[in-house]
């Protein structure tokens, strides 16, 4: 039986090229490492961490409870966050405009800017992989994770 497991396991280990999990958690730490090596000097208090909110507020503001939803990121730990990026002056609160109980979230014009440079520095990583794997494949590419993205949204939506 054991060797029948270890068998197996070496047929996985061939395969790990194909492994989703490693991956997608491969390449998400080689962008955490060129995001690093790349932010702007002026950028030196902002967390990885804070990204998900600053990207997912968007221009016509959203609510902490939409934020929560967009950035996959429990309520609880958006809080925090957001007290954090206000402080910084990322973001603003301000009274909804719909229900007087609820806050809607901002960029300030400090987070615009900086929201403006990181899509900047995005888009020449863009241009970096459309010449690393050509433009149709990065198309490709980008079509696939999307519908793989709706998927999973879709299963947390049904659950």
Excluded at 56 to 78: A, V
Aim: charged share 30%; glycine share 4%.
């Amino acid at each position: 039986m054991e060797k029948n497991i270890d068998e197996k396991l070496r047929e996985i280990e061939q395969m790990q090229d194909r492994n989703w999990q490693k991956l997608s958690f491969n390449l998400r730490k080689h962008l955490d490492l060129w995001s690093h090596a790349n932010m702007d000097a002026n950028w030196k208090d902002m967390k990885l961490s804070y990204w998900p909110i600053i990207c997912n507020i968007g221009i016509n503001g959203c609510t902490p409870s939409e934020l929560s939803r967009k950035s996959m990121i429990p309520k609880q730990n958006i809080s925090r966050t957001i007290k954090e990026l206000e402080a910084l002056g990322m973001i603003e609160s301000k009274s909804s405009e719909v229900d007087k109980r609820s806050e809607v979230l901002f960029l300030s014009q400090k987070g615009k800017e900086l929201t403006y440079k990181a899509n900047n520095n995005v888009m020449e990583m863009n241009n970096i992989y459309r010449k690393v794997v050509g433009a149709a494949e990065l198309e490709i590419t980008i079509t696939a994770l999307n519908k793989i993205l709706v998927y999973h949204e879709d299963l947390q939506k049904n659950s």
